[in-house]
RNA sequence: GCCCGGGUGGCGAAAUUGGCGAGACGCAGGGGACUUAAAAUCCCCUGGGGGGCAACCUCCGUGCAGGUUCGAUUCCUGCCCCGGGCACCA
C-alpha cells in the first residue's frame, strides 16, 4: 500500500511533541491516506458479476462476532488473510474477500440485561465501530457483500434451512437429559461443553430433562469421517480432532436375555472376544430398565437413595464425580448369550446413558473400569486374554491389551483379533448379536431459551401439533419488544403478538415456537451468502456458489476446529444431498493461525492486557503495525506481542522508503506509472551493467523474489517478511557501495 | 490415561524438509560516527570456551542418552520437560 514517488514533504500529521509519529521523512499517512483512496476508486476489492470471473480464488476469514473493540490478536487473522488476498490478486486471479458479522448471541443480550441498552443496537454500535478499525488496518474487503447473521434478510434463509431439514427428516424435537448453563440460563450443545463447563462463562454445566430442538448429525457421522481424507490442505491436528470427536469404533452389539422377561437387555462392546469374560452387566440410571423399575417399585429405598444421590450430584456438576466407581445391584439376572451362566445386572456411575445403549457387558480382566467395580464389589474376576509375551492380568489391575484367548472354551487360542469375529460370527449365529459400529457423536442441539437469535420457525397447534412455518410465512420476525431477563425461559414468551398465532394447516388458534436457533447455525452457512448477498429468492446463488465454492483458503482460530467446522460440514453435505450444491466439503484449504499473547497470556478485558491496534496505527501507520503483524513468528504458532518489534517494522518501512525516495530521484522521477501491484520486486534489467556488484544484486534480487513468493504460498509469512528485509538490505549495500539502480518495486501487503 | 504438536543464542525465530561453515531476518545489548547535547539516522560487534597484534585459528554447542549415515536441528530407539485436544465412550 505504499507506492514510491510522493512528493509529500516529510512530517506529515505530526501532532505535537508526544507524537513521534512520521519521523524519518517516512509519510505514512499520506501514502496510506492515498493508497486508501486508489483502492476504494478502483473498487479493487470487489469481483463485480460473480459469473464473469475467469480465474477465481475464494479468501475467507472466520466472520467474528462484533463484540467491540478489537485489538491486535484479531488483527492477524485479517492481515494474513488480505496478505494471502492480495498475493493472489497480484497472480491474476479474481478474489472474493467478503466480511459479515456473526452477529446473534449472548453478549449483546447480556449487555441488554445489564445496560438497558437493545441488542440490536448494541450489536450495531459495534458493528460500526469494528468496522472503521478493520479500515483503519488497511484490510481490503469487499465491503458490497457485508452480511450480519441477525438482518432479517439473513436470518430468513437460516430458518428456511431449518424447514428444509425439518423437511427431511434431519431437524426434530426430542425429549432428553441435556446439558444446562445454569449462569447463561440456556441449553447447550454437547460441542459447547468444555470439561463439564460452559464453554462461554465457565460455570459448570447441570443436566436437565427437556424438551428440545436437534439436527440429525449423527446421520452425517459416517461421512463427515470418511471427507476428513478430502481435507488434506486442513492443518492434521483439526482433522485428528474431528475424528476423535465423531469418534467411530467398531464391535459388537450383544444382547442378554433378561430373566423372566421378553425385551433383551443390549450393549455394545468394542471388545467381544472377551465376551467369556464378562461376570455382570451395568447400566446407567438413567437407563430404561431402571426406570421401569422403578416405576414397579421393584428397587428398594437403599437403592431410590442411590440413584437420587447420584442424580443430584449431576444437577450440581455432572463431573464431579469422576473419582470413585459406585453401584448398586438391581437384582435383575441375566443369562450370558454363549455360556447361560446367570450374570447380575448392576446400576454404576460410570456407565453413560448417552453413548453405545447406556448399558455394558463387564469383563473385569479386561477393563480397567469394570476390575475397580468388580473389586469393590466382590464381583467374580475372570480372565479370558493372556498376551503372547510379557504379564497379562495378574489381579492388580486389568490387562487391556491383545493376546490369545483363555477360559472361553472353544473359542481358546484364537488371537483377539480373530476372537473379536469369531465370537461374534457365534451370537449371530444364535440370534445374540451382530457387528455394530457406534459413534461418539451426537446430534446437535440446536434450540435456545434466549432471545438474540433467529427464531425457530414452527408453530405448536393443540390439534396439529408441530406444525413448520410456510416458506412464504418467512422470515418469522424476531420482535423488538421482549423482556429480558435471564428467567431460563425464552424472552419470546413475553411477546404476546409474536407468541399467538393461527396454525397453518388448520386455522385454529397456536403458539409460536419461542426457542431460537444456536448461532452456530447461523455461522454454518454464511460462506455461501456472500456469492449473492441481496438475493431475494433464494438463500443463495446456486450457480455462483458453484461456481465459487468450496472456500479456497478459509483462516480462523483453532478454537473452531470442531464446533463451528463440524457444522459447516454437516450443512454442506445436506444442502448437497437436497441438489442445491454439487460439492461435498466447505474449505478446500484451511490455515488455523495462533494466538498473539500480552504479557504470556491471552488478551482480555479483565486482564486488562489487551493491545489496541488504533494509538499503534495512528503513531507508526497501518503498514507498520501489519508488517509486524506478520513478521512476529510463524503465523500458525502463539507469539508475544511486543512494542519494541514495532519500532522495527517501522524502521524497516522507513528505510524502504528512504531508498525508495533515493531510486525515484536517481530516475528523475516522471514516468509516472505507479506500478501497483505487480507482486514482486522486479529490476528493470536493461539499465544494468555487466559489472561484479550490480550483476550480483541483480542475482541476490531474483534469488529473494523466489524465496518470498515460496515463502508465501508455503503460508511462511514472517520468512517471507525477513526476505524483503533482506532485499532492501542488498539494495542499500549496493547503493552506498556507489550503485544507481534504476527500479522499480513494490510491496506485498 | 489416550491422541496431537514442540524443545535451537539474552529474546522472537531461520535452515527451501539428510548436505558445503547452524543461528538468516529482527528485537535487546555493546562500541563508534554525526550533534553544543539529546532524539532520529548511519557504521561495526554480539552462541560459549581457548589462542593470536591482526585479516584469523581452534575446541564445544540444536532438551538428555544412545543409534543409522560419508554426513543428522532434520531419520530411528529410550528418557526428561513444555503446550494443546479428548477425557469413566465400554
Excluded at 483512496?37 to 475464494?58: C, H, N, Q, T, V
Excluded at 439436527?215 to 461421512?223: H, N, P, R
Excluded at 446407567?284 to 414397579?296: D, I, K
Excluded at 437384582?331 to 453413560?352: E, K
Aim: proline share 5%.
Amino acid at each position: 500500500m505504499s507506492e514510491p514517488r510522493d512528493a509529500t514533504p516529510v512530517n506529515q500529521g505530526r501532532a505535537g511533541e508526544a507524537e513521534e509519529g512520521t519521523r524519518a521523512g517516512y509519510p505514512f499517512r499520506a501514502l496510506e491516506e492515498r493508497a486508501q483512496r486508489r483502492w476504494s476508486d478502483d473498487r479493487l476489492f470487489e469481483i463485480g458479476d460473480p459469473m464473469a470471473a475467469e480465474k477465481r480464488f475464494y479468501c475467507l476469514n472466520m466472520f467474528p462476532y462484533p463484540s467491540g473493540d478489537l485489538h491486535v490478536g484479531h488483527g492477524r487473522n485479517y492481515i494474513l488473510g488480505d496478505a494471502v488476498a492480495r498475493l493472489k490478486r497480484m497472480q491474476g486471479y479474481t478474489v472474493l474477500s467478503p466480511m459479515g458479522w456473526d452477529a446473534f448471541g449472548l453478549p449483546a443480550e447480556n449487555a441488554a440485561i445489564l445496560n438497558q441498552i437493545h441488542p440490536s443496537i448494541w450489536t450495531k454500535r459495534n458493528i460500526a465501530r469494528m468496522k472503521e478499525q478493520l479500515h483503519a488496518w488497511g484490510v481490503g474487503f469487499d465491503w458490497t457483500r457485508e452480511i450480519a447473521s441477525c438482518d432479517r434478510e439473513y436470518y430468513r434463509w437460516t430458518q428456511w434451512i431449518f424447514l428444509k431439514l425439518h423437511e427431511k427428516g434431519l431437524a426434530y424435537r426430542a425429549k432428553g437429559a441435556v446439558n444446562w448453563c445454569p449462569s447463561c440460563q440456556t441449553v447447550l450443545a454437547n460441542e459447547q461443553v468444555e470439561g463439564g463447563a460452559c464453554e462461554r462463562c465457565g460455570t459448570a454445566v447441570a443436566m436437565r430433562d427437556l424438551e428440545q430442538w436437534y439436527f440429525k448429525i449423527t446421520a452425517y457421522a459416517d461421512a463427515l469421517l470418511d471427507d476428513l481424507s478430502l481435507l488434506q490442505q486442513w492443518p492434521a491436528k483439526v482433522r485428528v480432532m474431528q475424528a476423535n470427536w465423531i469418534g467411530r469404533s467398531e464391535g459388537a452389539s450383544i444382547r442378554f436375555v433378561v430373566a423372566g422377561e421378553m425385551a433383551p437387555l443390549e450393549v455394545f462392546t468394542t471388545r467381544p472376544d472377551t465376551l467369556l469374560g464378562a461376570t455382570f452387566l451395568a447400566v446407567a440410571t438413567e437407563h430404561p430398565l431402571v426406570t421401569r423399575l422403578r416405576e414397579e417399585g421393584k428397587l428398594g429405598a437403599e437403592a431410590e437413595a442411590f440413584i437420587d444421590r447420584l442424580k443430584r450430584a449431576r444437577i450440581e456438576n455432572r463431573f464431579a464425580i469422576e473419582a470413585e466407581k459406585e453401584g448398586f445391584d438391581t437384582g435383575v439376572t441375566v443369562a450370558h448369550p454363549l455360556t447361560g451362566t446367570p450374570l447380575r445386572v448392576w446400576i454404576a456411575n460410570y456407565v453413560l446413558m448417552g453413548y453405545g445403549t447406556g448399558a455394558i457387558m463387564a469383563v473385569p480382566a479386561h477393563d480397567q473400569r469394570d476390575f475397580e467395580f468388580a473389586t469393590k464389589y466382590g464381583i467374580p474376576i475372570v480372565e479370558v486374554i493372556r498376551p503372547e509375551t510379557g504379564p497379562g492380568y495378574d489381579r492388580k489391575a486389568a490387562y487391556e491389551g491383545e493376546g490369545r484367548m483363555v477360559n472361553s472354551g472353544a473359542f481358546d487360542g484364537f488371537s483377539s483379533e480373530e476372537g473379536k469375529r469369531v465370537v461374534t460370527d457365534a451370537l449371530k449365529a444364535k440370534g445374540a448379536g451382530e457387528s455394530r459400529v457406534n459413534f461418539r457423536l451426537r446430534d446437535w442441539l440446536i434450540s435456545r431459551q434466549r432471545y438474540w437469535g433467529a427464531p425457530i420457525p414452527i408453530i405448536h397447534c393443540a390439534t396439529c401439533g408441530i406444525v413448520p412455518v410456510p416458506e412464504k410465512d418467512l422470515p418469522v420476525v424476531l420482535p423488538d419488544q421482549v423482556a429480558f431477563k435471564p428467567t431460563g425461559e425464552s424472552p419470546l414468551l413475553s411477546n404476546e403478538a409474536f407468541l399467538k398465532v393461527d396454525c397453518p394447516k388448520c386455522g385454529g388458534a397456536a403458539r409460536r415456537e419461542t426457542d431460537t436457533m444456536d448461532t452456530f447455525v447461523d455461522s454454518s452457512w454464511y460462506f455461501m451468502r456472500f456469492l449473492s448477498p441481496r438475493l431475494e429468492t433464494a438463500p443463495f446463488d446456486k450457480d455462483a456458489v458453484n461456481r465459487w465454492l468450496p472456500v479456497n483458503q478459509y483462516i480462523g482460530g483453532v478454537e473452531h476446529a470442531i464446533l463451528h467446522l463440524l457444522y459447516s460440514r454437516f450443512i454442506v453435505k445436506v444442502l448437497r444431498d437436497l441438489g442445491l450444491v454439487t460439492f461435498s466439503e466447505p474449505f478446500e484449504r484451511l490455515f488455523t493461525q495462533g494466538m498473539i499473547t500480552k504479557d504470556g497470556n491471552k488478551m482480555s478485558k479483565s486482564k486488562g492486557n489487551v493491545v489496541p491496534p488504533d494509538a499503534l496505527i495512528q503513531r507508526y501507520g497501518a503498514d507498520t503495525v501489519r508488517l509486524y503483524t506478520l513478521f512476529i513468528g510463524p503465523p500458525e504458532k502463539d507469539a508475544e506481542w511486543n512494542d519494541r518489534g514495532v519500532e522495527g517494522a517501522y524502521r524497516f518501512l522507513a528505510r524502504y522508503w528512504k531508498m525508495v525516495e533515493d531510486v525515484a530521484g536517481a530516475q528523475s522521477v516522471k514516468g509516472g506509472r505507479e506500478a501497483p501491484s505487480a507482486g514482486s520486486a522486479a529490476v528493470d534489467a536493461t539499465s544494468w551493467a555487466a559489472s561484479g556488484p550490480a550483476r550480483e544484486l541483480r542475482r541476490r534480487v531474483h534469488q529473494l523474489t523466489q524465496q518470498i513468493c515460496d515463502d508465501m504460498d508455503r503460508f511462511h509469512l514472517n520468512t517471507a517478511v525477513s526476505g524483503l528485509m533482506q532485499l532492501v538490505n542488498s539494495v542499500q549495500d549496493f547503493q552506498s557501495a556507489g550503485g544507481d539502480p534504476r527500479m522499480n518495486e513494490v510491496r506485498e501487503a
